[in-house]
Structures are given as C-alpha cells and as structure tokens.
C-alpha cells in the first residue's frame, strides 16, 4: 500500500514538472514570435538555446567562413552605366558569365540616386525602431499576407530560430496593397513607392539586358521575344526589409539560413555592415558591401526558365556582436498567376527540358509543407 501511495505521489509531481515545463516552454515561444528585436530589448547577454545552431550548421563551419581575397576570387561587378555604349556586347558577355557562373553579381552606377538609397534605409531603420506594440500591428503567421511584420525564416515551420526581423510588403497592385502597408514612420508609404518603382523600372531594364545575354532579345526583335519583357511590366514585387540585431554570440547562429529566391531576379540592397554571404564551390564567400550599389541575385524562377543556364544561388546572413544590420530584398517575377517554364528556345536535343512547369501557388504550398532550408524547391521542380 505504502509503495503504492508514494509512486501515485511521484507521479502526480512529475506531471506537474512536465505541465510546468510546458507552460514555461509556451510562454518562452511566444516571446520568441515576438521577433529577435523584442528579445534584444528585454536585455539577454546570451543566445537562448532556441536560436542556437546544430554545430554542422553555424557560420564557422560547413565549407568555412571566407572572403574572396582569401580565395583569389574576383566576385563580379557590372557597370551598368556601360549597358548604353559602345561596350554593351562585352558588359552583356560578362553579365552571362556572372549569371552562369555565381548566379549573382554587384550592381553599379545604376541609376537610383544616393538620396533614394539613404532614404529607404534611413526610414526602415526607424519602422525597427518603433515600439513594439507599433510594429506588432503587421504581424502576421500567415505566409501570404500583403504586408506581415515577422521573424526568422519560417516561423511556423522553424525548429531552430534565425536571428532576423522583416517587415514584407507586397508591391503590386499598388493601389490595393498601399493602404495596408505600415503608416507609422509617416514617411515609409512615400519613401518605400519611390523605392519600389525605380527598383521595378531597373529590374525591368535589367530583364532585357540578361535576356539578350541568352539570346533571346536583341537588336532583330520579333513579337514573342518581347512577350516576356510586356508579362513583367505586370509581373510580382515583393519587399523584403531585413533587420538583424546584434547579437551576442554571434558565432552560434545565422540571420538566415542557406537558401535560394523564389523569383526571377532579387535587387538586394545592404547597408555598410557585412553580412551577405553567397556559395560558390562549396565555400561561403562574404559580399563586401559596396556604397550605392545592389547585389543582384538569380533566383529559382530564371534557373528554371533559362533551363538551368543561369544558376539561382544559395545564399545566407551571419551576423554580428556590435552591430546592428539592414537589408531590403526587392523580389521579382511574373504575375502570381503565370507558370513559369524553361524557354522553348534554350529547348533542343543537347539540352532537353531539365525543369517542370511551376507557379506560385505551389511555392505556397511547398512553404508551408516543409521547412525552407537549401536548394529543396527547386530539387522538386527537376526532372529525371
Ligand atoms: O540580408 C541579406 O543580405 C540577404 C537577405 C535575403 O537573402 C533575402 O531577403 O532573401
Ligand atoms: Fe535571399
């Protein structure tokens, strides 16, 4: 009977250390659906062991932390000033090399202004800024929401959190989605149009330069050539404003994790701090930052319709102990309710179709089946 009496005992203490433990476990992830920002606020000195990384996938390890120079590798710059003149058939031979071989490439003298530069990141540091409460206004677990203030990479899907923050802001049609976007600061409607506009009217110029690159637009344009070129002036844009707040001990996580974008192209914008990393043979290279000048990343959308010419790269953020970083990923595509599939023209016996057809609507719903990480979606769009 005695012993009976104590097992009952232990066993009702046990389940109220289990049920303890859990409360204590929900009300940690609540905060940490919070977002890193408001967690950094409640004044941690270390990393909590929810954002802490199997050691196979922290930033020192996997392939090494380096920098090009380290590497003697050139990572490639484009003028594009130069697009206009008389070097336009070398700058475009060198855009196809960048796009074959590193599926990225820094973009200068572009022709957004510095102050159309300082602005979007001046008023996106400030929208990180706000009080919580402010910014908790967006926040949504809903992946497609024309505006959702969230974080890491994906929150309902993550076992292990990333340090980041962003705000998403769906671009287009800019008439429905405008309302919606964040009226607080009061000037990030107004700074983030103008941003929006001349990044799509670079992304477009752009589109018809890379292209040309493939062959497929030129100087003896026909009316299917330029299909493409007319789907785009509707095409998607998707805003993605970064922040990464320092972070303690930074060598034990990522702001976000390896991984491919789902678009065409994607104009990203960094600040001065270094973050950006991009693979390439199986090392994680470091994009130094260059003042007013975009990195311009092939995404899984433009693999599939170059037929897997141009290689969409894998990508990822560390981050840092003293300071704090943004980023503004502008995302490009076709309309959400195009497919899209490799070009009949880059179609022949020596390179038959290695892609299926693919649209939004499934990247949807591979988001919100599996977790995100690598190259996975596109695997699942292969043939063979
Ligand atoms: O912050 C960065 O440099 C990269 C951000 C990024 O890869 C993304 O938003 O898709
Ligand atoms: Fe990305």
Known sequence: MEGCRSEIIFMSHSMDVAVETKIKDDILESQYQKGVQHLCESGITRVPSKYILPVSERPDTKGGEKN???LNLKLPIIDFSQFQGSDRPQVLDSLAKACEEYGFFQLTNHGISGDVICSIIDVSRRFFELPFEERAKYMSRVMHSPVRYGTSSNQNKDDVFYWRDFLKL?????????????????????VAVTYSKQTKLLFQILMEAILESLGLVGTTKNENDDDIL???????????????PSCPEPDLTLGSPPHSDYGFLTLLLQDQVEGLQIQHEGNWVTVEPLPNSFVVIVGDNFEIFSNGRYKSVLHRVFVNSSKSRISIASL???????????????????????????????????????????????????LN
């Open 332 to 382: 490009h595509s076709l309309p959400f309710k195009s497919s899209v599939r490799p070009s009949p023209k880059l179609i022949d016996e020596a390179n038959p179709r290695h892609y299926k057809d693919t649209d939004f609507a499934s990247f949807l719903e591979y988001l919100s089946s599996c977790e995100p990480k690598r190259k996975n979606f596109l695997e699942s769009r292969k």
């Open 170 to 190: 769906t671009c287009h049609p800019l008439s429905d989605v405008l309302p919606l976007w964040p009226s607080s600061p009061i000037d990030l409607r107004q």
């Open 230 to 244: 007319r789907e785009f002036e509707d095409g998607s844009q998707l805003m993605v404003i970064n922040f990464y």
């Open 68 to 70: 090009a120079l380290d």
